[in-house]
């Protein structure tokens, strides 16, 4: 009796479901045990609902729209039932309903959530931020560490819509309909992801909140849309003072639609360790020291050669050169291919870079031969 009693919290502390079935059976164990329960108890919360630390459904699988209504209704009862939920993962194909995210929200022990991962996020664009769901969410979710949040990019119709919009539309009236905005509370935030979103209500939230504690920040870049339209540029500006690491990163998709990243980066970000750059490769500006040790880049293009070569003489720390997008050959292929297209630029950058004691390491971090 003493290892059951033992082992059943551990058990339950993490658990991950691949198939909408095994979470049904995993709701059902819960919400029994919580009709079973007992208020002569002591402990306010029951078991094993109460040992629930991690969900990962980040493999969950499910087709159509039946199966996906069926996945929101058990997330939506599944919620008020772990109220020590710390980390909670849900597949990027799948956007929870208003009232899904609002039981997350509203259940007790929401100031437990530290991690939220894969957060699939279509928002109305013209929606105030109080009126956002997710935004709710996160008023109640003030402890949260990490933020992972996927949106749906835009279309050439939408771009052209957008700079119709932004003749008309300019700073001072977004900001007026933020006059009664209260800033979000998230002191602990560290890292961030927004991917494929260049606005948002939560954006706009995020972009007008403080945010103390943020170090990573992993975005998509809209360089080319003008702000208030796009938040992108304004968010690194805006929070880059404290960052240590800041990844561009535009998902692939079918067509590939890659936008620019501003010049200013560098100087946006004072205290940056780590910058990963996305295609179309960025002329940065950098007039003074700065303390970047890590740069990644897509592959060894020949136009950014001069650019790097002037970083290098404002970034003495700079130490590793990685490409974000190329893994190095396995062993046993002939001198040839190890010498053939991009691999062989490789080798002549490595050997540049050598002399300068800058180690060239591929996407997975091994440096090239």
């Known amino acids: 009796m003493f290892f059951k009693d033992a082992a059943l919290p551990a058990l339950y502390s993490a658990v991950t479901f691949t198939c909408i079935g095994q979470l049904g059976k995993f709701y059902q164990c819960l919400s029994t045990a919580d009709q079973k329960w007992d208020s002569i108890r002591r402990i306010p919360y029951s078991a094993p609902g109460r040992w629930v630390l991690e969900l990962d459904l980040l493999g969950l699988t499910f087709e159509g729209a039946k199966q996906a209504l069926q996945l929101d209704s058990l997330l939506t009862q599944l919620f008020p039932l772990t109220p020590f939920l710390r980390r909670f993962s849900i597949s990027p194909s799948f956007v929870m309903s208003r009232r899904a995210i609002s039981s997350l929200a509203q259940r007790e022990g929401a100031i437990n959530l530290r991690t939220l ?3 699939s996020y279509f928002p109305q664009l013209s ?3 109080d009126e956002d769901p997710v935004v709710q969410l996160f008023r109640s979710c003030t402890n949260i560490e990490t933020l992972d949040i996927i949106g749906h ?3 050439s119709t939408e771009l052209e819509l957008i700079f119709e919009a932004s003749a008309s539309q300019d700073e001072d009236s977004q900001l007026h309909d933020l006059d009664s905005f209260v800033p979000l509370n998230l002191p602990s935030l560290r890292t961030l992801t927004l991917l494929s979103m260049h606005r948002s209500p939560l954006m706009l939230a995020l972009l007008h909140s403080p945010l103390p504690s943020l170090q990573k ?6 360089a080319d849309i003008p702000y208030p339209m796009s938040l992108a540029s304004k968010f690194i500006t805006t929070h880059g003072q404290k960052l240590r690491s800041l990844l561009l990163s535009t998902p692939k998709s079918w ?3 890659l936008h620019p990243s501003p010049l200013d980066l560098l100087q946006s970000c004072p205290n940056l360790q780590h910058l990963s750059l996305e295609n179309p490769l960025p002329e940065l500006v950098l007039s003074e020291r700065h303390p970047l ?3 990644s880049i897509p592959g060894p293009i020949s136009d950014f050669w001069p650019v790097l070569d002037k970083l290098l003489r404002y970034s003495p720390r700079l130490h590793v050169l990685r490409t974000n997008k190329v893994r190095k050959l396995k062993k046993g292929l002939s001198s040839k291919a190890q010498e053939a297209g991009v691999q062989g630029e490789i080798k002549e950058w490595r050997r540049r870079l050598m002399r300068r004691g800058i180690r060239v390491l591929d996407v997975d971090w091994n440096e090239f031969d």
């Open 117 to 119: 991962e894969g957060f």
């Open 217 to 222: 920040l992993t975005l998509t870049p809209y």
């Open 293 to 295: 040790q890590i740069l």
């Open 127 to 129: 929606t105030l931020p």
């Open 255 to 257: 067509p590939t639609r």
């Open 153 to 155: 990019g835009l279309d």
